[in-house]
């Protein structure tokens, strides 16, 4: 386990969020098994995406919910990170206030390494449940995406993706530390109130009057993507 970092402050990473949802807004239904909003174009986009990223977060619910790995899956991508000089995987990051985390997780098993930001009580359960599988950081009595970003920093990285859930994008967008908003629109509704939603209520910067500027709109297969500039209004 590792304290706060007070070293000297350096450039922050450029977040890009990265989201599949349904036309009504869902990440997921609510039955037990993962509903898949993607495509398999789709999915290669993200795996692109993850092969351009220093480091790659999720949250803590996403991790307890969807067993993610958080791979790079196209060997070719990762032997040219390695061609390049970068390790084969980015960094898996996650966040737990709670450190409410098992070790038997496949996030802690697969690819590179792995780090938890958490609470001082978090981490203390944290160090020793992670013995040996992921470096934990507190941060004090509260996880701060900006202290977050500037331990980042620190560290490298300087292209973090960030992969989920609804609450940890609602966290980026609502303080404003969100560079990039990459959405894939499902052709689906899902329409179950118990279901994850992309982003719940909170107070966005702007207000509901403020128009983001969009970067680009395409087709993949039969999802449409959207790029939108959060720190820009159109």
Do not use: C
Not at 91 to 114: D, I, N, P, Q, Y
Not at 173 to 179: I, W, Y
């Amino acid at each position: 386990m590792t304290g706060r970092s007070l070293g000297a402050v350096t450039q922050r990473p450029y977040v890009t969020l990265s989201a599949a949802v349904s036309i009504d807004g869902y990440l997921d239904d609510a039955s037990p098994e993962r509903l898949l909003l993607s495509n398999p174009a789709d999915f290669d986009r993200v795996d692109e995406l993850r092969a351009d990223s220093d480091a790659v977060l999720v949250g803590s619910t996403t991790l307890r919910r969807d067993n993610p790995r958080l791979l790079v899956n196209d060997p070719a991508r990762r032997a040219a990170r390695e061609a390049a000089g970068r390790p084969a995987y980015p960094l898996k990051v996650t966040l737990s206030g709670s450190g409410e985390l098992a070790a038997g997780l496949r996030f802690w098993h697969t690819g590179g390494e792995r780090l938890v930001y958490s609470t001082d009580r978090g981490a203390r359960r944290l160090t020793g449940e992670l013995a040996g599988l992921a470096e934990v950081v507190a941060l004090g009595p509260a996880v701060h995406l900006g202290a977050v970003l500037d331990d980042l920093g620190r560290r490298g990285v300087r292209r973090l993706m960030v992969e989920g859930g609804g609450s940890v994008h609602t966290q980026f967008l609502s303080e404003g530390l969100a560079d990039e908003l990459q959405l894939a629109v499902a052709p689906l509704l899902v329409g179950d109130a118990a279901a994850p939603r992309f982003v719940n209520p909170a107070d966005f910067p702007g207000g509901s009057t403020r128009r983001l500027r969009l970067l680009e709109a395409r087709t993949v297969g039969d999802v449409v993507l959207l790029r939108y500039a959060p720190k820009e209004s159109a």
